[in-house]
Structures are given as structure tokens and as C-alpha cells.
């Protein structure tokens, strides 16, 4: 990696604008939205729902393109790739961990191998030995992410018998099976309750720190930000970055002019 | 007070004691115990009890027939509901329309305050987290969990605050929004009219 590269963000948006036309109505979804993500870091988009937590994320993984404004990953600006180098990077930099499951019956340890078996078509032309060899190492990374997030014991189970925390564990482990750069997390903290949120959170946190990588997590719960380093706001289209304004309890109003009446 | 005095005859600090632990979210300050005694007395609602000043005693506040009565009758009345006083509600309430713009940047400004915040409440959770470096929630010291419980709170007060003002804000971009294509039909409508005038 060059020192160029080494210097930008992980993740930088510069000024995104989204709108989807609705009918003769246009939804816009973001404007002018800038953020960046360093590595080691966790920024939190704190919003309710409907308020485009979703679009931003997906644009940020590149699965969405913007109307406007640039999304660089690794300093390479997304909207440059072509298709094939575009999935090589979603697939091996950037994960994805959402609350979806695997929508089919499958044991969890080869849900979490998913990411790890993408891009492997040049194995269909070695010996079967080698694909049994293959087919071992993934099952191991696969485990090691398990037992990383501490769902070792989750391994055998099927989606539909687990719990939520399981459920977001296993997505996580998912996630980080590949060892990505940049970790998108999509609401999981929605359908947990506090102590958990927390336990989720510093796993997250440490995990980052450990691996330099970037965590952009959306969350509809103001309770989910309190272990992150950064929370940003995300409302009407406009992201907030936080705190800009100076804490206390006495609040500046900008004059409203109340009392200034028209006199004639 | 009124209620505390009946329920058992006190001295002044005991009373003013009693009333701070029962309700202590209401936060009153030590001098509002005894100015509502001695409005209480004032009113022949209590009276003080007989006290042997040469024994040194402290005099004892007693409810009159007529403080029971009083006392009574409050708690028979119906209650007020409860009510908000947001000096920013007033001010949408009191809101012209050319003052929107005003408005809006006060709603914001409101908002970051409140972002503010929570962020101070996330500093402190983290602060103490990194200080139990590795540490589960789980194994976290038993103040630890407790201050928490506390910040989880605080968060959900300022989250929801926050959800409220943002969305009022982009409810009142939207009526600018309005208000600005409207004008901007009036004035092309007017530059038509005056084309065909010409």
C-alpha cells in the first residue's frame, strides 16, 4: 500500500445525494451527505426508520450508486470500478451484517463460509484432493469467526431455532469471516436489549481496533451509540455529524424576531 | 407537605428529610420545605405541637382540623393532567411564516445540543469501558453495570428528543419547501401577466 493510500480515510463520502422518484413525487433520500471512516473506528448513524440509514449504507458498500458526490473506499473512488473489480472489493474488503439470514435451511458454520466461498470458481479445476483441502480451511475459518464472536456453540444450529443475540452474532461472524477492511452493520441492535447492545458493541469495537478495521453501523436507538467513537445524526435527507454545537444546558437561538411586528 | 405532616408530626429538618427522599425526582430545593411549612401554619393548616424549650426540644409541626380537611379534599380533587412547557413549542405556536427559516435554524440548533449530549453521555461509557479494558458487560464491576443502567437512560431521553426534533425539522423544511415553490409560481405567473400586458 502506498503512502498516498495509507494517509486517506478507509471510507470517505463527499457530498451524496440520493432521490427516487416515486410517481410524480421525488423522494430524497439523502443530500449532500459527507462522512468518513477510519480504520480502528466506529461511527454510529443514529436515525429512525425510513430516514435512508439503509440507502446510505448500501451506497457506502457500493451495491447503490450515488446521484451525486463521490464515495471513495481505500482512497479508489467507487464509481470508477468496473463490475468485476467492484465485486472483488464488495465481496473481500467491504462485509455486510443485516438481520436477513440465510433464507434457506443450512446449518449456521456453512452460512457464516458463504463470503469465503465467492470468487472461488478456479478451484472447480483443481483435484478433488485439493478441494477436500479447500473445503476444510474454509469450514476452520469459518469456526475461528464463531468462536471470535462467541457463538462457537451456534455452529450446528439452524436460523429459525436461535435467538436474536444468536441471530446478530452469527451475522457478525459472517461478516468478519473474510476479514474485511470496512464492516457495514445494518440495524442489528434493533431487537436487542440493552446488555446486549453494549456486548455487541465492544466486540465490535475491539475487533476494529484489533484489525484496523472500520465499522459504519445505522442504528435506530440512541441506546446503541454509547459504546462507539463516533455518533452521526441522520434525519430529512441531512447527516448530522456530532457534536458541533457546544454541550451545556443553556441554549444559543438564533433571534426569531417574535417580538418585531409590522407597524404601519 | 401537607400529607407528610399528617402521615406522622415532625420536626422541621425531619420533614424537609422526609420530603427529599420521597421525591426526589421532583428535585426540590432545602428551602422549600420550610416556606411551605410557614405558608402551611400561615393558612391554619398545621400548628406547632407542644414543645418543652428548657428540655431543649425541637418543635414539632402538627395538622390542624381544618389541614386534614384541606388535605382531604386535595386528594379527592381530580388531578391536572400533566403538562409541558417547552419555551421551543412556544415559539412554533407563535411562529410566523416568514420567520420559518428562523425557526428551523432554532430547531437545529436545538438538535445539536441534544446531540451534544448523548455524545458526552457516550465519552463518559466509553472512558469507563476502556478503563475495564476486555472486559465483557457481563464481568463489568457492579457501579459499572449501574452507571449503565443510568447512561441507557439519559440516551433514551436524549435519542428520543432528538428523533423529535429532526423530525419536526424536516416536517418544516418540507412547509418552506412549499412556501418557496409557491412564491416562485406567484412571481412567474406575475412575469407572465406583465409580458402579455407589454
Not at chain 2, 428529610?17 to 411551605?36: K, P
Amino acid at each position: 500500500m502506498s503512502t498516498l493510500k495509507g494517509a486517506s480515510e478507509l471510507l470517505e463520502m463527499r457530498n451524496v445525494s440520493k432521490r427516487y422518484r416515486r410517481g410524480s413525487q421525488i423522494l430524497r433520500v439523502l443530500e449532500g451527505a459527507s462522512l468518513q471512516v477510519g480504520r480502528g473506528e466506529v461511527v454510529c448513524v443514529l436515525g429512525t426508520r425510513g430516514q435512508g440509514k439503509t440507502t446510505l449504507l448500501r451506497i457506502a458498500a457500493g451495491m447503490e450508486s450515488a446521484d451525486e458526490g463521490t464515495v471513495s473506499f481505500d482512497g479508489q473512488d467507487l464509481a470508477a470500478l468496473g463490475d468485476r473489480e467492484l465485486s472483488r472489493v464488495l465481496g473481500r474488503k467491504i462485509a455486510w451484517a443485516g438481520k436477513s439470514g440465510p433464507g434457506i435451511r443450512t446449518r449456521m458454520l456453512d452460512y457464516v463460509a458463504m463470503p469465503l466461498l465467492v470468487g472461488h470458481g478456479e478451484q472447480e479445476r483443481v483435484g478433488l484432493r485439493k478441494r477436500w483441502r479447500a473445503k476444510r480451511d474454509v469450514d476452520e475459518r469459518a469456526m475461528a469467526a464463531l468462536e471470535r464472536v462467541g457463538a462457537a456453540g451456534c455452529a450446528g444450529q439452524q436460523w429459525e431455532s436461535m435467538s436474536d443475540w444468536e441471530r446478530a452474532l452469527v451475522e457478525l461472524a459472517q461478516a468478519l469471516a473474510g476479514e474485511p477492511a470496512l464492516l457495514l452493520v445494518d440495524d442489528v441492535t434493533d431487537a436487542l436489549g440493552i446488555r446486549e447492545t453494549d456486548e455487541l458493541t465492544t466486540l465490535l469495537s475491539s475487533v476494529a481496533r484489533e484489525s484496523k478495521m472500520g465499522v459504519l453501523m445505522s442504528v435506530s436507538d440512541a441506546q446503541a451509540t454509547l459504546l462507539s467513537d463516533r455518533i452521526m445524526t441522520l434525519a430529512g435527507g441531512r447527516l448530522t455529524q456530532g457534536p458541533q454545537a457546544p454541550a451545556g444546558n443553556v441554549i444559543e437561538f438564533p433571534d426569531l424576531g417574535l417580538s418585531r411586528r409590522d407597524v404601519s | 407537605m401537607l400529607g407528610l405532616v399528617i402521615e406522622q408530626p415532625d420536626h422541621g429538618f425531619s420533614l424537609e428529610r422526609r420530603l427529599e427522599e420521597r421525591f426526589a425526582a421532583a428535585r426540590f430545593a432545602y428551602s422549600t420545605a420550610y416556606s411551605a411549612l410557614r405558608r402551611l401554619k400561615k393558612d391554619g393548616l398545621v400548628r406547632v405541637a407542644e414543645a418543652d424549650p428548657a428540655a431543649g426540644e425541637e418543635v414539632t409541626y402538627e395538622a390542624t382540623q381544618k389541614g386534614v380537611e384541606h388535605f382531604r379534599n386535595w386528594v379527592r380533587a381530580p388531578t391536572s393532567a400533566p403538562v409541558s412547557r417547552e419555551e421551543l413549542h412556544a415559539k412554533i405556536a407563535l411562529c410566523e411564516p416568514r420567520e420559518l427559516p428562523r425557526l428551523i435554524a432554532a430547531v437545529h440548533t436545538e438538535e445539536l445540543a441534544c446531540i451534544a449530549e448523548l455524545d458526552r453521555i457516550r465519552e463518559r461509557m466509553v472512558a469507563e469501558a476502556r478503563l475495564g479494558d476486555g472486559r465483557t458487560v457481563a464481568e463489568a464491576q457492579w457501579s459499572q453495570l449501574m452507571d449503565r443502567g443510568v447512561a441507557h437512560g439519559e440516551a433514551a431521553f436524549w435519542g428520543g428528543r432528538i428523533t423529535q426534533l429532526s423530525q419536526l425539522r424536516s416536517y418544516l423544511e418540507e412547509l418552506r419547501g412549499e412556501a418557496e415553490r409557491r412564491a416562485l409560481e406567484q412571481h412567474r405567473r406575475g412575469q407572465a401577466h406583465g409580458r402579455r400586458s407589454a
